[in-house]
């Protein structure tokens, strides 16, 4: 299951690829990775998720700051 932290981040990303018109598999192609890895990545259902060598590439890729996948402000899990 990931967490609330993890899927804020990973719905940052999808948004703003998909404000920039970038499918799954183009994004994958230009990160080197295969398409699976992306959609599990994007899915709630699997364990995948960014790591920040990631999102310093996705930066690259989208054209944003790192920071811009990141909350202002920590986000708190429910215990």
């Not at 398409?35 to 944003?64: A, M, Q, R, T």
């Amino acid at each position: 299951m990931k967490s609330k932290f993890e899927m804020f981040v990973i719905n940052k990303v999808k948004a703003r690829r998909q404000e920039l018109d970038i499918s799954q598999k183009e994004l994958a192609n230009l990160m080197e990775l295969s398409i699976g890895f992306v959609g599990k990545i994007e899915s709630p259902k699997y364990p995948s998720s960014w790591n920040l060598d990631h999102l310093n590439k996705l930066s690259e890729i989208l054209k944003c700051s790192p920071k811009d996948f990141l909350p202002e402000k920590s986000i708190k899990e429910k215990k």
